[in-house]
């Protein structure tokens, strides 16, 4: 397959956003979406999508790994050039294929980051200790935050740190998933990507471009 979409969800009838995600999607693009269950209370809303719309397989596993446990069990799944690794909470506004060019691009990073709390303090032990068990060298700084983990991911890319031993670290609460924001920062830097014109929300914060992406429940602000 030329392209897949990797969506994670763990649904809310207060938040119900899949929906308007999967729609807006499917207003640029036929390709496969699939859609892994984060362990949802209900999930009607799976029956509701797959009758409603084509193409869209889903994965009923009660993912517990957020976005980075979803991105291995399709990769694992599913042979793909490209996946598009998106929240629900995203809607596509537009064509995103001339990211395609890069192996790698971000939807949103950040360069002024701190680690995240793990227990009272912040630190980055459980970070430092995962990735150790890699072929990953640990930097304490000096590379970009991944915000979502979300990103346009090459799939040969994906291969080189799967050889890392880098799909071995599955966070399992929120402090975890806030670090692998960092760790996946950390190692597209060993691999030696770089974020400059390939971060598709790079003009975020001065509003200067055209969104072809919106995030919906977006907080700003440092933690």
């Not at 929906?19 to 799976?46: A, E, Q």
């Not at 040969?156 to 692998?180: A, G, Y």
């Not at 975020?204 to 700003?220: A, F, H």
Request: with cysteine; hydrophobic share 35%.
């Amino acid at each position: 397959m030329e392209r897949i979409f990797i969506i994670p969800c763990k649904y809310s009838d207060e938040k119900p956003f899949i929906y308007g995600c999967v729609d807006s999607i499917r207003k640029y693009y036929t390709d496969k979406i699939v859609i892994i269950d984060s362990d949802s209370d209900d999930t009607f809303y799976l029956d509701l999508l797959t009758n409603q719309y084509d193409n869209i397989d889903v994965l009923n596993i009660k993912n517990k790994n957020f976005m980075t446990g979803a991105i291995w069990k399709v990769y694992e799944k599913y042979d793909s050039d490209t996946y598009y690794c998106l929240h629900d909470s995203i809607k596509v506004l537009g064509n995103l294929l001339n990211y395609e060019k890069y192996d790698v691009t971000t939807i949103l990073k950040s360069e002024d980051w701190k680690w995240p709390y793990h227990g009272d303090t912040r630190n980055h032990d459980w970070a430092k200790s995962k990735i150790e068990h890699t072929k990953i060298k640990f930097k304490d700084g000096g590379f970009d935050e991944i915000i979502g983990p979300m990103f346009i991911i090459k799939k040969q890319i994906l291969d080189e740190l799967k050889d890392l031993k880098f799909n071995e670290i599955l966070p399992s609460n929120k402090s975890e998933m806030e670090m692998m924001e960092r760790l996946w920062g950390m190692a597209f830097d060993f691999l030696k990507i770089k974020f400059t014109e390939n971060v598709v929300l790079k003009n975020r914060c001065s509003g200067s471009e055209k969104e072809v992406i919106k995030i919906n429940n977006y907080k700003t602000g440092k933690d």
